[in-house]
DNA sequence: CAGTATCCGATCCGATACTG
DNA sequence: CAGTATCGGATCGGATACTG
């Protein structure tokens, strides 16, 4: 069980955490994971590239919208988000278009009508994110406890 | 089936989009996780906190290097993502520190040792995170695709 | 109703220089 | 080795005013 690319040699406690690791389940996976994450550096990379769309301060909010409600009018996602500015809607909501995650159906009507849904793409994804989110509502609270201490210990 | 909450009259189309979305899978569970995630404009929420902190061109990717891993020395996690600036590894680091999702160990020696792990917190997201991966690897070409046929159309 | 257009402050992030 | 400090450009995102 040598050490191998390059890491420095281990103490006692991290090579327990280390087999400890590697006794779990497929490690493999999620090294293979990131390194396909890290194709970026020689061209474009899928997995970054999702990353930097989605991370910016409406995105998922609205994709888990669009899944929860289906269908929706731009005024109607505007105020169930409620603290979205117009713009930044609009911003998102083209970039989602764009992506192919929403669709956009006008209707040639006055006032105009515009409704907003998730595309089959879009779904699969809001689906990910469901489960992010899941994730987020279990174990937000330790994170803003740990937040909260690590801010009182000063710093 | 009357349309509720002040929904418009639905054309045929998007009356059967309804249908098949209410048919699913329980489209409550994701009405329920958008509210949770709306709680913010009342008072502080983990969903949107979560969201917002992992919101950053650096946390995911250092989350999933560290998942795949295990333990690494601060210009190990640098030198395998690559294209990251010192100064950005440390604020990523300290902020999934602050948050309980990163461990960080010094040993006094010279030169400085710092060794850095996911806590089991951090592991938790990880694996999440690792499914959403998944799903952008799986997914991604679609999206870019989309983009650039979006784009080749003007605008 | 569903946007655009413009302005501007906040922040993100990289580059560079320095340090225990 | 593993940072910290400082600067400046780029981008994000809110406020406001206007429009088909």
Redesign the interface.
């Known amino acids: 069980m040598a050490p191998q690319e390059?890491?420095?040699v281990?103490d006692r406690h991290?090579a327990v955490?280390?087999a400890e690791?590697?006794g779990g389940s497929g490690?493999k996976?999620?090294?293979?994971?990131?390194?396909?994450?890290?194709q970026?550096?020689n061209g474009?990379?899928?997995?970054?590239?999702?990353?930097?769309?989605?991370?910016?301060?409406w995105s998922?909010?609205t994709i888990?919208?669009l899944?929860?409600?289906?269908?929706?009018?731009f005024n109607?996602i505007r105020h169930?988000?409620?603290?979205i500015s117009q713009r930044m809607l609009t911003v998102t909501l083209r970039h989602l278009?764009?992506?192919?995650?929403v669709s956009r159906r006008i209707y040639a009507e006055v006032p105009p009508?515009v409704?907003y849904?998730l595309t089959p793409?879009g779904r699969?994804?809001?689906e990910?994110?469901?489960?992010?989110?899941?994730?987020?509502?279990l174990?937000?609270?330790?994170?803003?406890?740990?937040?909260r201490s690590?801010?009182r210990k000063g710093r």
Chains 1, 2 share one sequence.
């Open positions: 390059g890491t420095a281990f991290t955490t280390i690791f590697d490690e996976k999620f090294r293979k994971i990131f390194e396909e994450a890290q970026t550096r474009p990379c899928p997995v970054r590239d999702v990353i930097a769309r989605i991370s910016d301060k998922l909010l888990l919208l899944g929860g409600y289906g269908t929706l009018r109607e169930r988000i409620g603290d278009e764009e992506d192919g995650l009508r409704e849904d793409l699969s994804l809001m990910q994110v469901s489960l992010l989110t899941e994730w987020a509502t174990n937000g609270t330790s994170i803003l406890d740990a937040r690590s801010r």
